[in-house]
Nanobody
Framework: QVQLVESGGGLVQPGGSLRLSCAASGSLFGLTTMGWYRQAPGKERELVADITQGDNTNYAYSVKGRFTISTDNAKKTVYLQMNGLKPEDTAVYYC?????????WGQGTQVTVAS
């Protein structure tokens, strides 16, 4: 079993910053990638950013230069530092981890960007 606990969402004004965290626990042997997805109302879930165990990162074009994904030294917690937030970043953000060929999802955390 794998558990993912997310935190850090909330309401922020345009131009503000938030930091999301996702702590993974349980059977993590074979973990290859950790990442963040988001889903806005009426839209499909989309990749925001992900990071491999070798620290290779991948970002959606819309967040490049504003968001930074990282992990802790144990590579069991993944962070998403979000700067320069825009109203279009409003969505539920989901943590995602891949262990071998299985994908696990967090429960989601709401991020709302509004003045």
């Amino acid at each position: 079993q794998v558990q993912l606990v997310e935190s850090g969402g909330g309401l922020v004004q345009p131009g503000g910053s938030l930091r999301l965290s996702c702590a993974a626990s349980g059977s993590l042997f074979g973990l290859t990638t950790m990442g963040w997805y988001r889903q806005a109302p009426g839209k499909e879930r989309e990749l925001v950013a992900d990071i491999t165990q070798g620290d290779n990162t991948n970002y959606a074009y819309s967040v490049k230069g504003r968001f930074t994904i990282s992990t802790d030294n144990a590579k069991k917690t993944v962070y998403l530092q979000m700067n320069g937030l825009k109203p279009e970043d409003t969505a539920v953000y989901y943590c995602n981890v891949r262990i071998f060929r299985t994908v696990y999802w967090g429960q989601g955390t709401q991020v709302t960007v509004a003045s």
